[in-house]
């Protein structure tokens, strides 16, 4: 059974740091792509960040220079270091997973990051 736990979330101010973990198991995880998302209540879900089983990463622009997605493969772990937060990155964070040619068809439950001004 795949599983696939986050955390890291919680409250900081604007301008602040956060760093997200996903725990990933019943998984072949360095075969996988791995991606972070972020959802707003009422708003479509937004991809934040993506990790190619290669190495390879993709930003939002929105992100990009602020957010750093990293993997270890040897942990079966993603990351997702966030600096100089903003309160627009106010959301539910989750992680995916996917066999890198299909859809994301696995998710984790969510983490909360709230960044207040």
């Known amino acids: 059974q795949v599983q696939l736990v986050e955390s890291g979330g919680g409250s900081v101010q604007a301008g602040g740091s956060l760093r997200l973990s996903c725990a990933a198991s019943?998984?072949?995880?360095?075969?996988?792509?791995m991606a972070w998302f972020r959802q707003v209540p009422g708003k479509a879900r937004e991809e934040v960040a993506t990790?190619?089983?290669?190495?390879?990463?993709t930003y939002a622009p929105s992100v990009k220079a602020r957010f750093t997605i990293s993997r270890d493969n040897a942990k079966g772990t993603l990351y997702l270091q966030m600096s100089s937060l903003k309160p627009e990155d106010t959301a539910m964070y989750y992680c995916?997973?996917?066999?890198?040619?299909?859809?994301?068809?696995?998710w984790g439950q969510g983490t909360q990051v709230t960044v207040s001004s």
């Open positions: 019943g998984l072949a995880y360095e075969t996988y792509c």
């Open positions: 995916a997973a996917r066999v890198c040619t299909q859809d994301y068809n696995y």
């Open positions: 990790i190619h089983r290669l190495g390879f990463t």
